[in-house]
């Protein structure tokens, strides 16, 4: 897989609260890092709801809120707030603006993909709409929303996007996956879980969480 310099492949679905998690905390630290124009994400899908061959379960979402809270409290996660008949039944097509925005730029990327995030797990908004998804974009200052919408509308980016995680699937162990320029990979960067129960059912628990682990990611990523 290349990976280009200064950039960091990372495969994630945008309904896994586990990928939102390592995603805050890898911009974090490289903003402390200073290093925000030196090492840009390159978004990739996981596609957990084809993996699955279900929808994103709102019982697993459920049960994972409270431990991912508990890591980031900062983040607002909320368990889902609306009827429960408009949960997303789909992470596609907010998948597929992440990837239509990257058309214009990963900084765009970057920018729809975490408001996508906040939006789902922090505002229970119904990111399977393209109007939502419009709206949440006209908030990111690199995304221009026009284009965003007609690419959307002629589904520019679904094939490249589909075509990426159809044949770099034996790669990817889940969500996330990060891959950098010097061949190296890590998935779920410091966190190591187990479910107890099964998912929908249990719950999860997090056995370790080296708080070092992304402070070290960002600095290998900017290494030429």
């Not at 945008?14 to 978004?43: I, M, N, P």
């Not at 393209?130 to 589904?155: F, S």
């Amino acid at each position: 897989m290349r990976v280009e310099p200064g950039t960091v492949v990372v495969y994630t679905d945008v309904a896994c609260g586990w990928s939102t998690l390592a995603l805050h905390r890898f911009y974090r630290e490289r903003e402390r890092a200073h290093l925000t124009d030196a090492v840009r994400v390159d978004h990739r899908l996981f596609a957990l709801e084809d993996l699955n061959r279900v929808p994103t379960p709102k019982r697993v979402v459920d049960a994972e809120i409270p431990v991912l809270g508990a890591l980031e409290p900062g983040l607002g996660w909320s368990l889902w707030q609306r009827d429960p008949a408009q949960w997303p039944g789909t992470s596609l097509p907010a998948n597929e603006a992440v990837h239509a925005a990257k058309l214009q730029s990963l900084r765009a990327a970057e920018e729809l993909d975490m408001a996508i995030r906040l939006a789902f797990f922090r505002d229970s908004r119904p990111v399977h709409l393209t109007c939502e998804l419009c709206e949440i974009a006209a908030a990111c200052p690199h995304v221009d929303v026009d284009v965003l919408a007609e690419n959307l509308d002629e589904g520019t980016a679904r094939a490249a996007m589909m075509r990426d995680y159809r044949t770099r699937g034996d790669r990817v162990q889940g969500s996330p996956h990060f891959f950098l320029a010097d061949g190296s990979d890590t998935p779920n960067p410091g966190i190591v879980l187990h479910w107890v129960g099964a998912p929908g059912v249990g719950f999860p628990v997090v056995d370790s969480d080296d708080p070092t682990a992304m402070a070290d990611l960002v600095r290998r990523a900017a290494e030429r």
